[in-house]
């Protein structure tokens, strides 16, 4: 039984994480040969304050693109 577990940071609609399970479990699926009905799929979503690269948070990012005027990134 396959698990994948996807983290996003939060922000998208509930349609579109429809549409990422669904493909998820499609490319699992074709990938693998396992039935469907065994793939399960994890979506975990973080505030932008909680995701980090390079010791800057995805908040601080675009608060410092904004504030340069360059629009988030």
Known sequence: MPLIEVT????????????LIHE??????????????????AVRELPKTHWAAGDVTIAEREAAAAEAGGGAN
């Open 8 to 19: 996003l940071v939060n922000g998208r609609t509930p349609e579109e994480l429809r549409s």
């Open 24 to 41: 998820v479990t499609g490319a699992v699926v074709k990938a693998l040969g396992v039935p469907q009905q065994s793939v399960r799929v």
